[in-house]
T-cell receptor
Framework: EAQVTQNPRYLITVTGKKLTVTCSQN?????MSWYRQDPGLGLRQIYY???????DKGDVPEGYKVSRKEKRNFPLILESPSPNQTSLYFC????????????????FGAGTRLSVL | QKEVEQNSGPLSVPEGAIASLNCTYS??????FFWYRQYSGKSPELIMS????GDKEDGRFTAQLNKASQYVSLLIRDSQPSDSATYLC???????????FGKGTSLLVTP
């Protein structure tokens, strides 16, 4: 089954304690992305990756790091979490354009609800 | 700024009615447009995509695109209580791997 898997689904932590949210996809997608979603602010992109070892900042990258060492994995790292990073996080993936394929669909993981105390 | 604008709602419609959701976008290079449905606390789920001017129908859903007016809409016919959710409009400058999301419109279908 095609899927994007995020772990953990729920996390409560304290300010300053480093954490990693993992994201893995089994569809051989080149493009992967992290979003955060906050009430009234919608989905905002944190970081994205076009392929292995290629990452770039989205709209709200401050306080986050990512890596793309393998095609299937795209972990989100919070080196020193702060309460303003309390949010619902989504990982997503899609193919880059192929002329022979229909237009892309972006697949989302189930989400990680993070609370930083 | 690549903005996608939606009325936040809530939009309330009675069961069986047509729900009309609207979206405007500012980036004229946008090529692909998507409607996602999101239930509270759940991940967005793609329900429609549209790439050319005009209408595209899929079951009870019809997406409409007018690139000259930079306007996208979603019609839901025979609305059901299970359609109650937030609907996210997204625009992409490419085939759809990079998405600019609106903040969503909350739809409430009342029995």
């Amino acid at each position: 089954e095609a899927q994007v898997t995020q772990n953990p689904r729920y996390l409560i932590t304290v300010t300053g304690k480093k954490l990693t949210v993992t994201c893995s996809q089994n569809m051989n997608h080149e493009y992967m992305s992290w979003y955060r979603q906050d009430p009234g602010l919608g989905l905002r992109q944190i970081y994205y990756s076009m392929n292995v070892e290629v990452t770039d900042k989205g709209d709200v990258p401050e306080g986050y790091k990512v890596s793309r060492k393998e095609k299937r994995n795209f972990p989100l790292i919070l080196e020193s979490p702060s309460p303003n990073q309390t949010s619902l996080y989504f990982c997503a993936s899609s193919l880059l354009f192929r002329p022979s394929l229909p237009k892309n669909i972006q697949y989302f993981g189930a989400g990680t609800r993070l609370s930083v105390l | 700024q690549k903005e996608v604008e939606q009325n936040s709602g809530p939009l309330s419609v009675p069961e069986g009615a047509i729900a009309s959701l609207n979206c405007t976008y500012s980036d004229r290079v946008s090529q692909s447009f998507f409607w996602y449905r999101q239930y509270s606390g759940k991940s967005p789920e793609l329900i429609m995509s549209i790439y050319s001017n005009g209408d595209k129908e899929d079951g009870r859903f019809t997406a409409q695109l007018n690139k000259a007016s930079q306007y996208v809409s979603l019609l839901i016919r025979d609305s059901q209580p299970s359609d109650s959710a937030t609907y996210l409009c997204a625009a992409s400058p490419n085939s759809g791997y990079a998405l600019n999301f609106g903040k969503g419109t909350s739809l409430l279908v009342t029995p």
